[in-house]
């Protein structure tokens, strides 16, 4: 699962040099696009640089419909001191659009995604969970103030939405290589949401428009059933858990009419993108030890066969696709009758 974490989180160079396009002195019109993953458009699987940016990001796709100059900041696994510290100095009082999606990474976005994806024997997903939340109650909103404070004070004349995240989860996990259960989609979907409700009171406070994105993916989460705007885990592993390019358009539609008064289409359930639900092979096999001593023990814990554990981690790096779907589909099997056992203790 190491590996998984390592790329989920993507923290790319934070000092890279940010995609501008074109000249907004040129263009006489300035959007600034701030923020982390979300506003640099991972996801879409054509990220350019060490930030991740993307053309097919929200941002661009907002730029090119209303004709505006584009400064892209936003830069992948960015926390607020992040965008403070190196994001705002193309903001100023020429500016007149400004765009932001952040937080995430402040309350551990990519490792609390890593610690809940694993078997349930061996993770704390609540307690990843809780502790995300610490820091949502407790440094959080001061971080927000900070932040947003400095955004206005250097871009006074701007236009400046602040977008929330949508729910990523729907209740099921169809990935063949995550353990959600159910209970842990709605903790995490519920996380998200206070989230929001703290980013939406902070971006008030400041004189800024936050959006809402949730009811519009409503069905388009990961294997949501009106089509996935958001990347199950995904190869490359880089581009899992952030929207798509239907989602990046679905963003780009609910920012729009906040930001420039006029609107933009939603993407068509037909265009949703797809995310793999089954073994592709064995390059796509996370470095999940599960013959760890912690895996073993939490697997005796909850009442399974070590022994059969080990099996099924030496199947599952093995090279041999056939084992390898079979040791994931039996997995499945184990970490549901682990979460009814534990449930019994």
């Given at each position: 699962?190491?590996?998984?974490?390592a790329?989920?989180?993507?923290?790319?160079g934070?000092?890279?040099?940010?995609l501008?396009?074109p000249?907004a002195?040129?263009a006489?019109?300035?959007?600034?696009?701030?923020?982390?993953?979300?506003?640099?458009?991972?996801?879409?699987?054509s990220?350019?640089?060490?930030?991740?940016?993307?053309p097919l990001?929200?941002?661009?796709l907002?730029?090119?419909?209303?004709?505006?100059?584009l400064?892209?900041q936003?830069?992948?696994?960015?926390?607020?001191?992040?965008v403070?510290?190196?994001q705002?100095?193309?903001?100023?009082?020429?500016t007149r659009?400004?765009?932001?999606?952040?937080?995430?990474n402040?309350?551990?976005?990519?490792s609390?995604?890593?610690e809940?994806?694993?078997?349930?024997?061996?993770?704390?997903?609540?307690?990843?969970?809780?502790?995300g939340?610490?820091?949502?109650?407790?440094?959080?909103?001061?971080?927000?103030?900070?932040?947003?404070a400095s955004?206005?004070?250097?871009?006074?004349?701007?236009?400046?939405?602040?977008?929330?995240?949508?729910?990523?989860?729907?209740?099921?996990?169809?990935?063949?290589?995550?353990?959600?259960?159910?209970?842990?989609?709605a903790?995490?979907?519920?996380a998200t949401?206070?989230?929001?409700?703290?980013?939406?009171?902070?971006?008030?406070?400041?004189?800024?428009?936050?959006?809402?994105?949730?009811?519009?993916?409503?069905?388009?989460?990961?294997?949501?059933?009106?089509?996935?705007?958001?990347?199950?885990?995904?190869?490359?592993?880089?581009e899992?858990?952030?929207?798509?390019?239907?989602?990046?358009?679905?963003?780009?539609?609910v920012?729009?009419p906040?930001l420039v008064?006029?609107s933009m289409?939603?993407?068509?359930?037909?265009?949703s993108?797809?995310?793999s639900?089954?073994?592709p092979?064995?390059?796509?096999?996370?470095?999940?030890?599960?013959?760890?001593?912690?895996?073993?023990?939490?697997?005796?814990r909850a009442?399974?066969?070590?022994?059969?554990?080990?099996?099924?981690?030496?199947?599952?790096h093995?090279?041999d696709?056939?084992?390898?779907?079979?040791?994931?589909?039996?997995?499945?099997?184990?970490?549901r009758?682990?979460?009814?056992n534990?449930?019994?203790?």
């Amino acid at each position: 699962m190491k590996r998984i974490g390592a790329v989920l989180s993507a923290t790319a160079g934070l000092a890279a040099a940010a995609l501008v396009m074109p000249s907004a002195d040129a263009a006489g019109t300035t959007y600034v696009a701030l923020g982390d993953s979300y506003s640099a458009g991972v996801g879409t699987r054509s990220s350019q640089n060490s930030c991740y940016q993307s053309p097919l990001g929200y941002a661009p796709l907002i730029a090119s419909a209303k004709g505006l100059a584009l400064s892209y900041q936003a830069c992948s696994g960015a926390k607020t001191a992040d965008v403070s510290a190196n994001q705002l100095g193309t903001l100023g009082t020429g500016t007149r659009y400004v765009t932001m999606t952040i937080g995430g990474n402040d309350v551990g976005f990519s490792s609390v995604l890593t610690e809940c994806a694993k078997p349930g024997w061996m993770s704390d997903c609540n307690g990843a969970i809780a502790g995300g939340r610490a820091v949502l109650t407790g440094s959080l909103p001061g971080r927000y103030d900070s932040l947003f404070a400095s955004v206005r004070s250097k871009a006074p004349n701007a236009k400046i939405v602040i977008s929330g995240y949508p729910h990523i989860f729907n209740g099921e996990d169809c990935n063949a290589l995550t353990f959600f259960s159910p209970d842990e989609e709605a903790s995490l979907n519920s996380a998200t949401d206070d989230l929001n409700s703290l980013e939406r009171t902070k971006a008030g406070a400041h004189s800024m428009t936050w959006v809402d994105p949730r009811a519009p993916f409503t069905g388009h989460e990961v294997c949501g059933t009106k089509g996935e705007w958001i990347n199950g885990l995904s190869n490359p592993v880089e581009e899992s858990y952030h929207p798509n390019t239907s989602g990046n358009k679905a963003l780009a539609a609910v920012i729009s009419p906040s930001l420039v008064g006029s609107s933009m289409p939603m993407p068509s359930i037909a265009s949703s993108g797809s995310t793999s639900r089954t073994l592709p092979g064995a390059v796509a096999v996370p470095n999940i030890d599960l013959a760890s001593p912690e895996s073993l023990r939490g697997a005796k814990r909850a009442g399974l066969n070590p022994a059969e554990i080990k099996a099924l981690n030496t199947d599952l790096h093995s090279g041999d696709g056939a084992r390898q779907k079979a040791a994931m589909k039996r997995l499945k099997q184990l970490d549901r009758q682990a979460a009814a056992n534990l449930s019994r203790a």
